[in-house]
Structures are given as C-alpha cells and as structure tokens.
C-alpha cells in the first residue's frame, strides 16, 4: 500500500522554477511533521525543507531564500516550491514523514522523483 508519492520532477534550466507535491494516504496527515529530501549523484540523502503540523518551517542553508515548503492539509499534500534553481539543485527529491504511519524507513524511500537543473 503506497502512503506518500511524490511528482513535479523534471528538467528545469538554471534559474527556472518547480513545484514538487507530495501526496499521502492518511486521513490524519495535518498532525505528522513532513520534509522534503533529496540525494545527488555520489552525495548522502539531505534534508532541504521540514515543515510542522503547526506549519513552522525550516530550510537547509544551501536552498533557504529560494526553496519554500507548504502544507494542504485539506487534500493531504506538501508541496516544495523551488525558484531559481541552481545546477547543485539537481537530485532525486523524496518526501517523509517524522514518524507514524506515513514515515518511510531503511530502503523503502520509494522512486522519488528526479530533479535536473541545465545551464
């Protein structure tokens, strides 16, 4: 049973903007902290964006000013919204969950989806 996917990926030139989404299968979503991840070529999976059920939000320092997480919680969706994308911007972006039902464990962080940024 799929409890989080994630899509908006694609090839973006250097400066341009997307929005990723995060779709999860759970009734009570709106209490659960969501982040966003992502993982580089030869880099361990970072954590870019975090947001609370409270909507606090937190950023890595290498995307803050231009990343910005938000939460439907009315259609259970946190989105990523990422604007002047840079070339180390480029990476498989995951979504997750602190802990409970939604939260994916080990190697089970699913397809993701891929984010490339060209000059």
């Known amino acids: 049973q799929v409890q989080l996917v994630e899509s908006g990926g694609g090839l973006v030139q250097a400066g341009g903007s997307l929005r990723l989404s995060c779709a999860a299968s759970e009734i009570m979503f709106s209490i659960y902290p969501m982040g966003w991840y992502r993982q580089a070529p030869g880099k361990q999976r970072e954590l870019v964006a975090h947001i609370n059920s409270g909507s606090t939000t937190t950023y890595a320092d290498s995307v803050k000013g231009r990343f910005t997480i938000f939460r439907d919680n009315a259609r259970n969706v946190v989105y990523l919204q990422m604007d002047s994308l840079k070339i180390e911007d480029t990476a498989v972006y995951y979504c997750?969950?602190?802990?409970?039902?939604?939260?994916?464990?080990?190697?089970?962080w699913g397809r993701g989806t891929q984010v490339t940024v060209f000059s």
């Open positions: 997750n969950a602190d802990y409970g039902p939604l939260r994916r464990r080990g190697d089970s």
